[in-house]
Structure formats: structure tokens, C-alpha cells
């Protein structure tokens, strides 16, 4: 006999009799029906087991209904297929396989009308696996019994704990005492008893219910405990009645009636977790999200959330799933009372009433090489996301896209339409434009031509600017400025290396343009006055102007290796020379995809360091540098690239920019470039640890070698900690004064610090944060610290955010939120931002 195994107690101890008892049960407790068709019964000899001889004949003379003698091919019993207690019944089962029994004893009660199969019995049977002290068929009652010790496992991973376990004859209804059940996912229900009927409705009396897991007699974290559990197999639910939910065995609140999905499905309609926290500008925040589970491909969620200080907003998604891809759409919305906003309420009058966004995202793959989207948001006002959180506090554009993109091997092709807007105040209506559409399309050739790579590139733009900046003087309204582009090269490039090691890259580009400008401003004729604004009597012009743009060079480079008993040394001389017109009517043409000039080791030997098509170098230009390369033998590695760009003839592009509507620099004039001899540039890639990489990008003044900018990155993982950091500087960046947002920018010095951290204080216990410092005003522009505890069933997250931003009715803010997840009840992530957005997804996916 085996040793008898104790139930697991869900929530402690019970009060048997109490009418508000402790008990378990919300979920994972399969009971299973073993079903035994007539198959093959096969009896497998122990030692020191007594055994009847296979010719031993039937006493009663029926067995399964049969009348005949007993042979080793007797049928024990017949069944309907088996059935999960939660879950789908399972159907899908192979008649033909045997039913195969195995104990010490097997007894023909022919006055009991029994069969009897005593210790260690062993049902095997379409992969279920039931096994017993004692089984005991029961014919005139139509009962099969389990008893002692109890064990069925299913093939879904579902373990069935009972003493006592009595199913009829059809194996649709049953009854199991002192049940206990542990589910794939080691979720444990135990109860005093069970009982099925219908072959759909299953009753727990006296359950108890629990995901968490705990040793010895210590209770689980959280337990929810019921008088009576009902689950309705059709309907997927389960129903509590008189129950509690207790923490550590302790009952926390009491729940006279409460129903949740059966476990066992992943989406249901429901409430999911709700939403806690407090804000300064906001108040005290309460949401309370629900789950609408309309079909299986898709669904929508509805959350009010309450602000104390602002009312009222209404969320709302709507998850779609197709054939060949998958949309959304979330609404926001709240009836603003403008007084109720921070700030002077004269200045928020514009934001009285109804406020909200749209905000949809979308991909289809429309075959293997072809896809289809979208990404746009449509607000109401600039601020709305942003003060009430559905947008990080930092972001400063909107950026809306329609894309369609194909690729093959050779081929890229790309179409998008594209919507920008500003959102700060001293964003002008020059951050207002549209894209009906951008295209590029990129081919590389199959066969070499002269020895080398030729690729073909097109870019087609059409542009509109909504900036209503520009007055026309025949009718006195305002105008739109439109730009049409088509910009079509040829770029062909081959690699020769001599016998000494010396490597030799010629290249060369020929490029055509054609470019239509409607009510476009032309960047030499804005000047400034004594106030420092830009003159309204700026050039304005309509045309239609061509180019054709020639430029070759070659890139030399000499690398020499050295190998040591640590890794590889690779020091590599590069120069390159690039030929170009040596001037080119261009700074009388607007700028709108070359405003985006950062000099650094990236573009160093790039043929124009300009960001887009607008503007073109021009000239002769050498640029040289020295790399350094370590390839460490235990897979370290290190990368330094140091250099320097000379303009040897020519029109330098890089200086004079010219100024825009608003008389703003097009782009920087302080860019590095703009000298004979340009900045030198360095760049450090380091990794000498496969958990610690470090990546800097710095520019120097080419006469005093003083810092004019640097980005710098570190990330790194030690044990339970883990940090991120960043810093930026930026001797000449060009600011607006946001209290006077109309003014000429002017250039400023920028520092920054940005910095994350998470460290793992034990297995479940973990504090992470992220701050953003400015160094050069001496305050933190935005920092949050979260404290978290997750483990098998529950998780706890509890952040607090401080943002010192402000932005009309924008202000500095601090907000404090709590989060609970249980397993089961609702959603339930293992992971939780430090960043805490109430645009965030939570559903029961």
C-alpha cells in the first residue's frame, strides 16, 4: 500500500459547520471523469501479489453486461469518453486503444454484484492515468469507486488528489470527498467534497482556492475560500457563494456572492485590475477598466477613470485580429471645465469643453513581400495626452504615418503619407505639415558593372506646408507653401585590395533633380530687424528648378593587425577624397529634410553629411582618420575612430544657412563644418564584457579642442543590478525662450544627464528608477522611482513619478500609483515600467 498523501490545505486551516468559512476556489480544479470503454484488460503479475488465473470464471456471469466466463481479454465495465471538470471535454479519443488495469488483487463479487481490484491498482487509459488503493465496479448501482489515495492525472496536466472518488455508470456525474487538485500551472482547490451532475455543473463545498504556492504549514500569500463553488462548464464561470478573500490565511473582505471565468480561459469578459494613484495637477486617480470578449478575433475595453481635480474621462479600445493583420483604435475623451485647469484661467479659456484624441495603429501583410499601415493620433489640443497622461510628459511632436512597403532581395520600395505637428508653445505654425506622399524606391543591380555595385535610388516628395505664414498679395489670404520633388542617382562603388594590404574603394554618383515650389520663402532674403524678428517683406516664389549633381572620389584604407596572447590589434589609416561641383545655386531654395545636421564619426567619410536631399555638398572635401580595433580572445571588443574634414575648393554649404519664415536658422550654423578645417570628431565603441557596453560620440573645436558636443552611452548588467546612462552636451544649440515663443532662437549651451537603475533585492523584491537632469539649469526635468514585488501569483508595483516640465497648462507634477495583480483574477503581468502611462494596455489577452 502507499503511503497515504495529505490534501493541500488552499487557505489553512477550515471551519467545518461555520456558515462563513475559509475556503479555496477560484479556479484550476479539473475533475476529471475517467471514462472505460470495452477494451483490453491486462493484469501485470507483482511480486508476492495474488493473482487469479485468466480462466477464472466470472462468478456473477456479468461483467460490463456481458454474461460469460472471465478470460484475459475481459471487458471492465463501460464508459463515455472522459471530460474535464474546467476545460473543453475531451472528445479526441482513440476507442480502439485497450483499457489497461493492473493490481495485487482482483475479486468477482458475484452476491454484491462487484468486481474488485485491491492495492496498488493502476488504471492506464487514453493517456489518463488513475490510480488507487482500491477500485470497485459496482454493477447493479452503475457506479465505478476509487478509494484511498486516490490520484488522476490528465493528459493536460491537471493532478486529482481525493479519498474517495465515485463516478456512475455513464461517467457524467460523480462525487469525490476530500478532494484536492493541482493544475498544470500548480494552482491548487481542495475541498471537503464534490459533486457532478448533469455532465455540466460541478459543486464544491467547502473549497479553497489558491495560484501561490507554500511549504509546510505556512498559508499561501492570497487564497479566496466558498462555502460552495459552482462551476458551469458551459459557460465557462465559476460562482462563489459565501466566500473571503484572505491574505496569509487571514480574511481580508467578504464576498457574499461573486463570479469570475473558469480559469482555463483566457479571455472573458470582465473587470480587469483597476487603477490607483494621486496627482498633483490631476487629484486623486481611480479607473476601473472592463473587458468585453466579443469574438475570438476580436474585442474592446471601456475605462472610466476618475481625476478628483478634473472629472470624468472616458476611455475606450478596440482590438481587431484579420487573416493577414491587425488594427486598434482607442478614444479618449473628457468634458474639461477650464477653471479647473492649473494656470491663469483667462489663458486656458481655449480648452474649455469637450477634449479627447483618437488614436489608431494598423499592419497587414499583403503578401510575402508587401506590407500595409498605419500610425496616427488625432487630439482635440496639443496638451490633452500629454496632462493627462496618455502621452509621456517628454514627448514634443506628433508624427502621424500611412505606409505601404515592399522588398524583395533587390528591390525596396516605400510610400508614406506623413502628418507632423509640434506640440510645445514655442512651436510655430512652420512645425504644421503634410507629405501626400513620400516615396523611395532602391535597386541593386544582379550583375557588376565595371567591376562593382551599381544601385539606383528615387525619391518622390510632395509637400505641404500649413504654416499660413505667408499673406498673398492679390487677395490678402493666407497661403499654404507646396513643395514637389523627384530626385532620381545612380551610385556605383567597387573594393580593390594590392598585394601589400592597401584597400581601394572608387565610387562615384550621378543624381538629377526637379523640384516645383508654390509660396515658398526664400532663406537669403529674410533678414532682421533692430527687435530681432524676421522681416515680413521676406522673398516669397513659385518655380520650377533643375539640377544634375556629379561627385566621385576614391576611400583608402591600410590596416595593419598585430595578434598577442590577449586578442587582435587592427590600427587602420583611412583617407578619402570626394569631388564635387564646385558650386551650386541651392541656399535660395527651401529646406525642409536637410534641416538635420549632427557632424560626428558616423558620417565622416559619408559623400554629404546632410540628413536629406535638400541640400547638397559641393566642392572638393578630403577627410581622413585613424581607426583602432580590439578583438579581445575572450570576446571583448573596443572601437576608436578619430578624424577630421577638410575643405580643400569650392562653395562650403555648411555655412551661411539662411534663415526660414520666422527667421530661424534652417539649420545650425555652428555645425562644425562650417570652417576650412572642420571639428574633430571621436567615436568609442566598447564592450569588454558581454554585459557592459559603452558607446560615445564626442566633436572638438578644431583650433582649441575644446568640447562643442558629445552623446554618451553605458549600459550595463552586474548580479542583481542593472544600470543604463546617458549624457549629452552641446555647446552651440539653438534655443527658443519659451515665454516668448515668436523670438529669433539663440544659440545656448545644453547638458544633460540621463540615468536608470534596477536592482534585483531578492527574487521577488525589486526597486528600479530613471531620472533626466539638466546640468546646466540645476534641477531634474523629470525622475521616478517604482518599488515591485512579483512572484507565481501576485504582483504589487507602487511608482512615483515627478515631472518639473511646464507648458501653459502643463505644470510640474508628482504622481503617486499603486498597482495589484492577481493571478486569475483579471490580467496578471511579470513586468511593470518605471514610466507610469494611463494610455498602457490591460486587458486579459
Known sequence: MREARTPHEGCGSSREGSRHRKVGGIARALLCVLTLVSATTEFAPRAGAQTYDAQVTDPGGTLGGSKKKSSANSSFGAANSPSA???????????AQPMRLQGDQLIYDKSGDRVISRGNVEIFYNNYILTADEVVYDQSAGT????GNVTLKEPQGNIVHADRYTLTDDFRDGFVSALSITS???????????????????????????????????????????????????????TYQDAYFEIYGQPIF?????????????????????DYGHSSTLGYITGIPYFFNLAPNYDATLEPIYFSDQGLMMKAEWRQRLANGQFNVRLAGIDQNYRDLPGAPADNKDLDGLRG????????????????????????DDQFRRFYKLDSILVTDRVNQIYLTGQSDRNYFSAKLYQFGGLLTNDTQQTESYTHPIIDYNYVFKDPVVGGELRWNTNILSFTRADGALVDPMTGRQT??????????????????????????????????????????????V???????????????????????????????YPWAATNAAGTHIIEPIGQIVAHQESIPQRRLPDEDAQSLVFDDTNLFSTSKFSGYDRIETGTRVNAGLQYTFQSNDGGYARFLAGQSYHLSGDNIYLNPGRNADGNYVFNPYNGLETDRSDYVIGAYIAPLSNFRIISQSRFDQSTFALKRMDSSMITSWGPLSVQAGYSY?????????????????????EEVLAAATLQLTNRWSIGGSSRYNLQEGNFRYDSVNLKYVDDCFALTASYIQSNYSDESIEPDQTIMLRFEFKHLGDFATSTGTDFNLGGDQRTN
Not at 465505478?144 to 478509494?147: D, K, M, N, R, S
Not at 484624441?357 to 482635440?380: C, N, P, R
Not at 520633388?485 to 565610387?507: H, M, N, Q
Open 527 to 557: 533678414v532682421l530687424n533692430q527687435a530681432g524678428t524676421a522681416v515680413e517683406s521676406s522673398q516669397v516664389f513659385s518655380d520650377t528648378v533643375t539640377r544634375g549633381i556629379v561627385d566621385g572620389g576614391m576611400t583608402v584604407s
Open 184 to 238: 498544470k500551472d500548480k494552482s491548487h482547490i481542495s475541498a471537503d467534497r464534490a459533486t457532478r451532475r448533469e455532465g455540466n455543473i460541478t459543486e464544491f463545498h467547502n473549497g479553497r482556492f489558491t495560484p501561490c504556492q507554500s511549504d509546510g504549514g505556512t498559508p499561501p500569500l492570497w487564497c479566496i475560500s466558498a462555502t460552495r463553488i459552482i462551476h458551469d462548464q458551459s459557460a465557462a464561470t465559476l
Open 357 to 380: 484624441s483618437v488614436e489608431t495603429h494598423g499592419q497587414f501583410s499583403l503578401s510575402s513581400w508587401w506590407k500595409f499601415g498605419w500610425d496616427a493620433i488625432v487630439e482635440s
Open 730 to 750: 552641446d555647446a552651440d544649440a539653438l534655443f527658443t525662450d519659451p515665454e516668448n515663443p515668436y523670438t529669433i532662437a539663440t544659440l545656448s549651451r545644453e
Open 85 to 95: 471538470i474546467f476545460g473543453k471535454i475531451n472528445t479526441n479519443l482513440d476507442r
Open 480 to 525: 499654404d507653401e507646396n513643395v514637389n520633388r523627384i530626385v532620381s542617382e545612380l551610385k556605383w562603388r567597387r573594393r580593390l585590395t594590392d598585394a601589400i594590404g592597401i584597400s581601394y574603394t572608387p565610387f562615384a554618383d550621378i543624381r538629377g533633380d526637379v523640384y516645383q515650389y508654390d509660396n515658398a520663402t526664400n532663406p537669403q532674403s
Open 254 to 274: 467578504y464576498l457574499p456572492y461573486f463570479q469570475s471565468p473558469d480559469p482555463t480561459v483566457k479571455r472573458k469578459s470582465g473587470f480587469l485590475t483597476p
Open 144 to 147: 465505478l469507486t476509487a478509494i
